[in-house]
Nanobody
């Protein structure tokens, strides 16, 4: 089973950038499609972005499309989320997860969650 550890969160002003990382243990990382989700206080965890096992395809929630970029380095067993033009509404704990179902963007379609990393965007 893959174990995931997120890092790279922090406090940033609106309009700024952050890059999140998700380090995976195990030799099977390159065989999994992956995703990023986020959870703001008092809200449900929501889909942000996902990427295929090869990195050849990706898709995004409408709220982040054009601002965020998901990528992966299979040689380093690491998933990334580059976040640009950050807004206060991007404030949340960000989680990476392994896709466990072939389709879908619900939390039930992913698993092996990491502990999360806090992103706070000030106005």
């Amino acid at each position: 089973q893959v174990q995931l550890v997120e890092s790279g969160g922090g406090l940033v002003q609106a309009g700024g950038s952050l890059r999140l990382s998700c380090a995976a243990s195990g030799r099977t990382f390159s065989t999994y499609a992956m995703g990023w989700f986020r959870q703001a206080p008092g809200k449900e965890r929501e889909f942000v972005a996902a990427i295929s096992w090869s990195g050849g395809s990706s898709y995004y929630a409408d709220s982040v499309a054009g601002r965020f970029t998901i990528s992966r380095d299979n040689a380093k067993n690491t998933l990334y989320l580059q976040m640009n033009s950050l807004k206060p509404e991007d404030t949340a704990v960000y989680y990476c997860g392994v896709r466990t179902r072939l389709f879908g963007t619900d939390t039930a379609d992913f698993g092996s969650w990491g502990q999360g990393t806090q992103v706070t965007v000030s106005s």
